[in-house]
C-alpha cells in the first residue's frame, strides 16, 4: 500500500513541477502575446478580409497558401497557434485553410528547423520542413472535403450575411497593432544574439534566505519563475473582476491586469543568472519595452474604448476557452512521463519498422515538450537507440498531437473534426517516418 501511494505521489509531483515549469519556463512570451493577438484579430479584423483569401469560397490557389505562409509568419508552437487557429476559424476561414494554417504553424518554426539540422542533421530538417508544408495542405483539402457539406452549410449562413460580397476596409491602425503584437511575439521568442545578449546587470536587493532557496530548487524553480507564476495568479484574479463585464466601462480592476500583463511579459523578457538574485538586462527586454509602449501608445490613440473592449473580451474568451485545457494536458503530460520509461526507446523503436513509427508518432502526442525542447528530446531518443525513421515521425507528430493540442481542438472543432484530424495526422506522420527510414537506409 505504501509503495502505491509513493508512486501516486511520484507521479502527481511529476505532473505538478511539469506544470511549474511550464507556466515559468515557456508560456509567457509566446502564449501570452498569442491570445491577445487572437482577440485582436476577432474583434478588430472584419470577416471579410479573412474570408476573402482563406473562405471556403476562395481559391483553392490562393487560400492554401496563403494559410501556410501565415501559419509560417507566425511559427510558434503548438501551444500558440492554437488560439490563432480558433480566431480565423471563427471569423469565417475555410476549414481547410483553417487546419493547414493550424498544421503549418508550430511545425516550421524558423528556430525549430535550424536547430534540428545542428543537434540532429539536416536530412531530417528539411525533410521535416518540406514535408511538414506538404501535409498542411494535404491534411487541410482532405478535412474540407470530409466535412464538404458541413462547410457548405456555414458558407451558406456566411453567405446570407453578405461577408463574401462585401470588400470591409481595414484601417492602417489595424494593421500596425498587428505588426507589434506580432514584433511581440518575435522578440520575446527569437534566439539571437541581439536579444539574448547581456548588456548590463542588476542585483536585485533581496536576501533569499535559505528555507526559500532550498523551496525554489525543489520545485526546480528560479526566482524568476516563481515570480511569473505569482504574476499569473494576480493577472486571473484581476481579469476575472475587470474583463468580465468590459463593455460596461473599465474599471480599476480592469486596468489592473491590462498593466500586469504587460509587466509580466517584462518580467518574463530578462535573463536570470541561475543560482542567483542577478538580473542580466538583455536585448529582448529593451525590445519589449519599446514595442509594448508603441502598442499602448496607437491603441489609445486611434481607437475608441468600445473598439478596445471588443478586443479585451474576446481575448478573454479565447483565454476561458483554452487555458483551462492547456494547464490539464500539461500536467497529464509531466505524469505520463513518468510512466513510459526511456530504456524502451531502444527496444520499441530502434529499427524502422512501422510499429516503430507508430510508436514514434505516440511518443509524440504523450511526451509533448514546448517548441525546441523536443529537439534535445529526439536527440536523447537517437542517442538511446531510436532509427531516424521514428524520429522524424515524432518531430512531425509532437507540435501538432499532444495531449492539450488535442483537448483543445476538441473544445474549439468538434470531436468527429478532432478525430479527422489527428488520424490524418498520425497516418501521414507515421508513412513519412517510415519512408524516409528505408531512403536512408538505401543511400
Keep these: ?39 485582436f484579430m476577432s474583434s478588430m479584423i472584419p470577416k471579410e478580409a479573412i474570408t476573402r483569401f482563406l473562405g471556403p469560397k476562395a481559391s483553392k490557389w490562393i ?41 503549418v504553424g508550430p511545425a516550421i518554426n524558423i528556430l525549430a528547423i535550424t536547430y534540428t539540422g545542428a543537434a ?28 464538404r457539406k458541413e462547410e457548405l452549410t456555414r458558407t451558406a449562413e456566411i453567405a446570407a450575411s453578405g461577408v463574401f460580397d462585401q470588400n470591409a476596409g481595414v484601417k492602417s491602425a489595424v494593421w500596425v497593432i498587428f505588426g507589434l503584437l506580432l514584433a511581440v511575439l518575435i522578440v520575446g521568442t527569437l534566439q539571437v544574439g541581439l536579444l539574448t545578449n547581456v548588456y548590463a546587470e542588476i542585483t536585485l536587493p533581496v536576501d533569499l534566505t535559505a528555507g526559500w532557496a532550498t523551496m525554489l530548487s525543489t520545485l526546480n524553480l528560479t526566482v524568476q519563475g516563481a ?12 481579469a476575472w473582476k475587470g474583463f468580465r463585464n468590459i463593455f460596461e466601462g473599465f474599471n480599476g480592476w480592469a486596468y489592473t491586469a491590462i498593466a500586469l500583463i504587460a509587466l509580466t511579459i517584462l518580467i518574463a523578457a530578462p535573463k536570470e543568472q541561475v543560482g542567483s538574485l542577478i538580473i542580466g538586462i538583455n536585448g529582448r527586454l529593451v525590445g519589449e519595452i519599446v514595442l509594448l509602449a508603441a502598442t499602448g501608445i496607437v491603441a489609445a490613440r486611434f481607437f475608441t474604448k468600445d473598439e478596445l473592449a471588443g478586443w479585451i473580451f474576446e481575448t478573454w474568451k479565447f483565454v476561458k476557452q483554452i487555458f483551462p485545457l492547456l ?49 534535445p528530446i ?53 508513412l513519412a517516418g517510415y519512408l524516409f527510414g528505408v531512403v536512408i537506409a538505401s543511400l
Excluded at 138 to 146: D, E, K, L, P, Q
Design 227 to 238: 515570480v511569473l507564476i505569482l504574476m499569473l495568479v494576480f493577472i486571473g484574479i484581476t
Design 327 to 375: 494547464i490539464i494536458g500539461v500536467f497529464a503530460a509531466g505524469i505520463v512521463k513518468v510512466i513510459i520509461p526511456e530504456t524502451w526507446v531502444r527496444t520499441v523503436a530502434g529499427q524502422n519498422t512501422i510499429w516503430a513509427n507508430i510508436i514514434g508518432v505516440l511518443f509524440g502526442v504523450f511526451m509533448y515538450f514546448p517548441t525546441l525542447v523536443e529537439v
Design 120 to 147: 540532429i542533421g539536416f536530412d531530417v530538417a528539411i525533410s521535416r520542413l518540406v514535408l511538414s508544408i506538404a501535409f498542411g495542405i494535404i491534411i487541410g483539402m482532405i478535412m474540407a472535403w470530409v466535412f
Design 1 to 39: 500500500m505504501d509503495s502505491i501511494l509513493a508512486y501516486a505521489g511520484n507521479l502527481l509531483w511529476s505532473g505538478w513541477t511539469g506544470l511549474l515549469d511550464y507556466l515559468a519556463a515557456h508560456v509567457l512570451l509566446c502564449l501570452v502575446p498569442a491570445f491577445v493577438i487572437a482577440g
Design 378 to 430: 529526439a536527440r536523447m531518443f537517437l542517442d538511446l537507440g531510436m532509427a531516424r525513421g521514428p524520429l522524424l515521425a515524432y518531430l512531425l507528430a509532437d507540435p501538432e498531437l499532444s495531449l492539450q493540442s488535442i483537448l483543445v481542438l476538441n473544445g474549439v472543432m468538434g470531436k468527429k473534426k478532432t478525430g479527422v484530424y489527428v488520424g490524418l495526422v498520425a497516418v501521414l506522420s507515421t
Design 63 to 103: 487560400s492554401y497558401p496563403a494559410s501556410a505562409f501565415g501559419g509560417f509568419i507566425l511559427a510558434v508552437c503548438s501551444c500558440t497557434i492554437l488560439p490563432l487557429f480558433a480566431g480565423i476559424w471563427k471569423r469565417g476561414a475555410g476549414l481547410g485553410p483553417a487546419i493547414t494554417f493550424l498544421f
